[in-house]
């Protein structure tokens, strides 16, 4: 059998497969918005705006709303073929719902050092996809800060100094307010609002808003979910 011939069914493979895109929206204001809900309520605790004895309404709230809500986030993120909203939210959504489950779980008022060695290796491994949203500042502002946050509630814990407890509380009411800027200025950008906030787009980022379909999808066939393996 000559070459053409071993060329030829393949060639005639690659005409008949079809990659199918299915259109969804930007998770991202969605995953922020619920990530301020929980990083208020939680600092409202940690700076003694709220009662031990709120502790489990907090809790609560987190788990019935924060934690769902990230979770779709990051399913249509993957979907998306976006690392940050799959990749990040599901991440946040764990640590959320590992934070909430402990409070519930625990004597109001106590600090847990093992939860405060999970807290820092989470804030840590948080760091991984606010490094691959380079081509999305703000989206990474935020990944930072949730990494922050955790990571400064992790010192608190396992050193049990209320000072670290009122640092880590700031933080999280920091973090609110860049949650918070960014859901808006992407909810603003994906309905193509005329008043836009900057979310600092750049490289990578850039192309889903300045190149065509043909360009975008250019190298799919090298995407997970697509390749033979991942």
């Not at 019935?64 to 986030?73: D, E, I």
């Not at 990749?87 to 909430?100: R, S």
């Not at 950008?189 to 300045?210: C, I, Q, S, T």
Request: negative net charge.
């Amino acid at each position: 059998m000559s070459a053409d011939d071993e060329e030829r069914p393949r060639s005639e493979q690659l005409r008949m497969t079809r990659i199918v895109l299915r259109p969804s929206g930007n998770p991202l204001p969605l995953g922020f918005m619920a990530l301020a809900v929980a990083t208020v309520g939680f600092s409202c605790l940690q700076l003694g705006i709220l009662g031990p004895d709120e502790e489990s309404t907090v809790a609560l709230a987190v788990l019935v709303l924060t934690v769902p809500l990230q979770l779709f986030s990051a399913i249509v993120g993957f979907g998306a073929r976006d690392p940050i909203a799959g990749t990040g939210m599901a991440m946040v959504a764990g640590v959320w719902a590992m934070v909430a489950v402990t409070t519930l779980t625990s004597t109001p008022g106590t600090t847990s050092p093992a939860l405060g060695v999970l807290l820092v290796t989470a804030g840590i491994a948080m760091l991984i996809p606010a490094a691959a949203a380079n081509g999305k500042l703000v989206a990474a502002a935020v990944m930072i800060g949730s990494a922050a946050r955790f990571a400064v509630t992790g010192i608190a814990e396992v050193s049990g100094v209320e000072g670290w407890d009122i640092v880590a509380g700031v933080l999280g009411l920091v973090l609110a307010l860049m949650a918070f800027y960014a859901a808006l200025g992407f909810e603003l950008e994906e309905v193509d609002h005329p008043v836009r906030l900057p979310v600092l787009r750049r490289g990578a980022g850039l192309k889903p808003l300045r190149d065509d379909l043909e360009e975008q999808v250019e190298g799919i066939a090298r995407e997970a979910g697509v390749r033979q393996q991942l």
